[in-house]
């Protein structure tokens, strides 16, 4: 099955500070989503990269998907308490299955 | 548009009894997929339905748990005879066809006392 490695585990960062979340699959990926679940709630799509190379922003958040598809990256500018949450990554596996990643719990100090 | 709707929000149920979890997709969107989400766990796959059939339910327990899609009404997630190893949070997400954007609903809090 596919496994989707998240990192880091948890952020704790300042306000105004960039930071990084990456994901990294154990098979090529074939399609690649960014989620961001509020504590409590439910999750709320952020983007969708499925093409090598591919590079999309929203915001001040931008996600990358490596050349090779295995790997990809979550990177946000200036951070926001409203930034607060957990990020999921998430791909499609080989059948019906849909896979998340460990997660990562990032949190903003005003 | 509305989103995806789930209810109920939250659930309490004693050890033995029935969880009848609900799910509505977003108009226009015939796929639906149900997830879990156990305490301090990512959320794992259970289960994904088209109108009226079961695509894959290679997530889903072997017992106790089951899901429909009929052709009119919502989603359902029925788990019989609880346990306190069911709470969990259980969401489920629709998509207007497979392999495309799923769209989550709020989750329904499962609480087995």
């Known amino acids: 099955s596919q496994e989707l490695e998240q990192s880091p585990q948890s952020l704790i960062v300042q306000e105004g500070k960039n930071l990084t979340i990456n994901c990294t699959s154990s098979k090529t990926l074939y399609g690649l989503y960014w989620y961001k679940q509020k504590y409590g709630e439910g999750l709320i799509f952020l983007m969708m990269?499925?093409?090598?190379?591919e590079e999309k922003s929203h915001e001040k958040i931008t996600a990358k998907l490596d050349e090779k598809k295995q790997q990809s990256s979550l990177h946000i500018t200036a951070s926001q308490p409203s930034h607060a949450g957990i990020y999921l990554c998430?791909?499609?596996?080989?059948?019906?299955?849909?896979?998340f990643g460990t997660g990562t719990s990032l949190t903003v100090i005003p | 548009n509305a989103g995806v709707m789930q209810n109920p929000r939250h659930l309490v149920r004693r050890r033995g009894q029935e969880a009848r979890l609900r799910c509505s997709p977003m108009?226009?969107?015939?796929?639906v997929y149900w997830y879990r989400q156990l305490p301090e766990e990512g959320l794992k796959f259970m289960v994904y339905?088209?109108?009226?059939?079961?695509?894959?339910e290679s997530g889903m327990p072997k017992e106790r748990f089951s899901a429909e899609f009929p052709k009119e009404g919502p989603s359902i997630l029925r788990i019989q005879q609880v346990v306190r190893g069911d709470s969990a949070a259980y969401f489920c997400a629709s998509s207007p066809t497979g392999r495309e954007t799923q769209y989550f609903g709020p989750g329904t809090r499962l609480l087995v006392l």
């Open positions: 108009k226009g969107h015939s796929h």
């Open positions: 998430g791909a499609s596996g080989p059948g019906n299955q849909f896979y």
């Open positions: 990269l499925q093409k090598g190379g």
């Open positions: 339905l088209q109108k009226e059939n079961i695509i894959d």
